[in-house]
């Protein structure tokens, strides 16, 4: 991918709504689930590696490490990859076209970001490099206006990234959701919590 100057990224952004391009039905989003799920089924059991339709290789991997800096594997659960979320993301790029342009226009401002300050792109910087540039972009409160397509294009994937997190399995797991298991007796909510809201 050859490299793009700071007003080709701006235009790109700007050419549709960054915010409003990330944003998806409760349909939308059960399909991608569906379909993140089949292709960690088929990554683990090595049947045949994923391969990304809308993201070139280089986003996918820029997609992989900004997915797991925003929710890292921990003692608790896997990481934002392991559950699955670059597929759900890539998914829903190709389900939902209008976002395509936000989505890639990010990424390469992201890159852009880091040549600036480190001279690499984002996948080549250290770990120390990418957070710096993160943590320039992560703040809505940031005042700079230079600053202002990255940050709307950060919130954005990172609400992308939780919502693909916490719908993966492994998500709900970390949640310790306990629904969609079998009362075989309904007594009502328990009393404690009847008091704790205030309701008799």
């Not at 990481?79 to 936000?102: L, N, T």
């Not at 540039?133 to 700079?144: F, G, K, R």
Request: glycine letters at 6%; aromatic letters at 8%; one cysteine or more.
């Amino acid at each position: 991918m050859a490299p793009i100057d700071r007003r080709t990224a701006l235009h790109l952004m700007l050419s549709g709504p960054a915010t409003a391009a990330l944003v998806w039905t409760p349909a939308d989003a059960q399909a991608a689930i569906d379909r993140s799920a089949e292709a960690v089924a088929l990554q683990s059991s090595g049947t045949s590696p994923f391969k990304p339709k809308f993201f070139t290789a280089h986003e996918h991997a820029t997609v992989t490490v900004l997915v797991d800096l925003i929710i890292p594997r921990d003692e608790r659960s896997g990481s934002a990859s392991e559950a699955g979320v670059p597929q759900f993301m890539d998914f829903m790029m190709i389900d939902q076209p209008q976002r395509q342009v936000a989505m890639r226009g990010g990424l390469a401002l992201v890159d852009r970001l880091t040549m600036q300050r480190a001279g690499k792109r984002f996948t080549e910087a250290t770990d120390a490099q990418r957070r710096g540039v993160l943590d320039e972009i992560a703040y809505t409160s940031n005042p700079d206006p230079s600053l202002a397509h990255a940050i709307a294009f950060f919130s954005s994937f990172r609400d992308l990234t939780a919502s693909g997190f916490w719908s993966s399995r492994i998500g709900v797991a970390d949640l310790e959701y306990q629904g969609n298991t079998f009362v075989a007796e309904w007594n009502g909510c328990p009393d404690a919590a009847l008091r704790k809201i205030g309701v008799k």
